[in-house]
């Protein structure tokens, strides 16, 4: 079907936004037919059509900013922008408009972070840069401080991965820093005020391949980052369990394992190095014994999603968590970005190829037969109100994820070991009592004197009313009371997270979006970017600053861009 013929088929009603608790700016908007109209004219939208925002984005041929409209139509958000130069580009927003409004109730100003007190450029540099998203630095107009840090510590990799943003192969040259600016790096993130960030992750390429990852972690570790994961394939520390040791022992909490899928008969994963689903599904086996036979407890699997490939594993990937909860803490979802220069898609051809979030949500609850719903999750700020709600009480900065709503989802599933069945926390907790306590406390312990810091403390037992299953309203009392701490881990222990992040690439980029990005690289220059910015625009350019020939790296190190040269020995999975 022709995009013309499905304009002119019969639209789908608009969904009714009285439902939903939407912030005054939307509803000036929504509401206001006069400017419904007026930006329907200005982007040649149907009549038919809801406009929810307008915004910039930037032309994915030449990265010109370009004003683009997000709107409703067909029971879809979709967005539409036009370059002057290049012409009209239209996308899949987010693949439900229903679930696009409910999760904007958590657009409003209290989720909002102010940014840096000591942003590391200024005005004058962001706007001779041609401002967001190229005036990276953190700028004095982000709005976010940074949660999560990603140092890339090389692009060599041991894979040849489609949907990878980092390849020495693929790019012909070799960028993986020294020590000495891989510190520098670490104490950039750590100079920020007033949050200094904590959590760290240590990505690429493949950061397995550099024998001296275990002294980054110690480096890390030294300079106050609690939480350090290693975003891997698993395939070195499967096969090499001392290395994953010497991890250990140098401090890293998590393995951000490559998961694309569990299923050694899907023919369609997008990954590859010339090898076969079933090579690719045993090393995550076996990688998950040895994280067990070393009592490491935390691994996240990741999985890139990808329309018709291997969005059918969703429920089969859940089950493996659940089977091996006692090792895995997290799944995280990352539905596919099409990077590099895009052409003009049909909205057939995009419902086809691209999945979002809600795309993702609806396929994990029908893949699980209802029992975890669409409405079981919430966007990635909603913890916010807690966040704030600590702060308060200990007078103490807490990392805010005050990222936009509709950039990621999430909740938490529990296996009742008795029942033998799953739980979303939501039939466990009812979450927004919760929130709306956190935010009660938290407007109670700001209003600044040591009595109402004491109501508040009080206030927050509230919170235990919240819990709705008995189970573990009794396991959390015994915590309280006897501090029980073995009852209280043994819960946890059977608990998975279940998460969605969605990145943007240069044809649905929103610049509204990424000035609130709390996920941030660090770069050798003293810079630090938002992860959207960073692999739509900033990447290549200051990895050529600081590239090495691959003759010459080969030459200096002896050893192979693949790392096989060390590694190939018998016996080996892959």
């Not at 570790?221 to 698993?234: A, D, Q, S, Y």
């Not at 090792?327 to 051809?349: D, H, M």
């Not at 007078?395 to 739980?423: H, Q």
Request: net charge positive.
């Amino acid at each position: 079907m022709s995009k013309q013929v499905l304009e002119l088929a019969r639209p789908a009603r608009l969904v009714d936004l009285s439902r939903f608790n939407l912030s005054t700016r939307y509803k000036t908007t929504l509401l206001n037919e006069a400017w419904q109209n007026a930006v329907k004219r200005q982007f040649a939208l149907p009549e038919h059509t809801r406009v929810v925002k307008t915004s910039l984005s930037v032309c994915p041929v030449c990265n010109r900013r370009i004003p683009m409209a997000v709107y409703e139509e067909n029971g879809a958000i979709w967005l539409k922008k036009v370059c002057p130069e290049h012409g009209a580009f239209e996308d899949l927003y987010w693949g439900d408009a229903e679930m696009y409004y409910y999760f904007l109730q958590w657009d409003t100003p209290e989720y909002i972070a102010k940014g840096l007190a000591n942003p590391y450029t200024d005005l004058q540099f962001y706007t001779e840069m041609g401002s967001c998203p190229m005036g990276c630095g953190l700028c004095p107009v982000h709005k976010s401080d940074t949660v999560l840090a990603i140092i890339d510590v090389t692009n060599r990799c041991n894979m040849a991965c489609p949907v990878c943003f980092a390849n020495a192969g693929a790019a012909g040259y070799v960028y993986e820093p020294t020590l000495e600016q891989i510190e520098y790096m670490l104490r950039t993130l750590r100079a920020q005020r007033p949050w200094p960030p904590n959590a760290l992750q240590l990505s690429g390429g493949e950061p397995t391949l550099r024998d001296d990852l275990p002294e980054i972690v110690r480096m890390a570790k030294k300079l106050g980052f609690t939480h350090i994961e290693v975003n891997t394939n698993g395939i070195r520390l499967a096969n090499e369990p001392e290395f994953y040791k010497a991890l250990l022992d140098a401090g890293i909490s998590t393995l951000y394992l490559q998961f694309d899928t569990i299923d050694p008969g899907n023919e369609g994963v997008v990954r590859h190095r010339l090898y076969n689903p079933k090579a690719y599904a045993a090393v995550r086996r076996k990688l998950i014994e040895v994280a067990r036979q070393l009592g490491h407890r935390s691994i996240v699997p990741v999985v890139t999603l990808a329309r018709g490939y291997n969005d059918k594993d969703l429920g089969k990937i859940l089950d493996f968590a659940i089977q091996n909860r006692d090792v895995i803490r997290w799944i995280n979802i990352q539905p596919v970005s099409f990077a590099g220069r895009a052409r003009l898609y049909s909205k057939e051809e995009l419902r086809k190829f691209r999945i979002t979030i809600p795309d993702t949500i609806i396929e994990v609850e029908r893949q699980t037969g209802g029992l975890i719903s669409r409405w079981d999750w919430r966007p990635t700020n909603w913890p916010v109100a807690v966040a704030k709600m600590v702060e308060a009480l200990t007078d103490s900065p807490k990392p805010l994820f005050s990222m936009n709503p509709v950039c990621g989802a999430a909740t938490f599933i529990y296996y009742d070991d008795d029942e033998k069945k799953i739980y979303p926390i939501t039939k466990l907790v009812d979450v927004d009592a919760f929130e709306r306590i956190a935010w009660d406390v938290y407007r109670t312990a700001k209003r600044g004197r040591t009595v109402w810091k004491a109501v508040a403390a009080t206030k927050a037992m509230r919170l235990l009313r919240t819990v709705k299953h008995r189970k573990i309203k009794g396991l959390i009392q015994d915590f309280l009371v006897k501090k029980d701490y073995g009852s209280l881990g043994q819960f946890f222990l059977n608990i998975v997270g279940l998460g969605i992040m969605h990145f943007m690439d240069v044809m649905n980029f929103d610049v509204e979006r990424i000035q609130r990005c709390d996920i941030h690289y660090a770069t050798p220059d003293g810079r630090v970017v938002p992860f959207c910015t960073y692999n739509n625009f900033h990447r290549e350019r200051i990895e050529q600053s600081f590239r090495i020939d691959p003759k010459m790296w080969t030459k200096i190190t002896g050893v192979s861009l693949t790392g096989w040269k060390r590694t190939a020995t018998a016996g080996h999975l892959l």
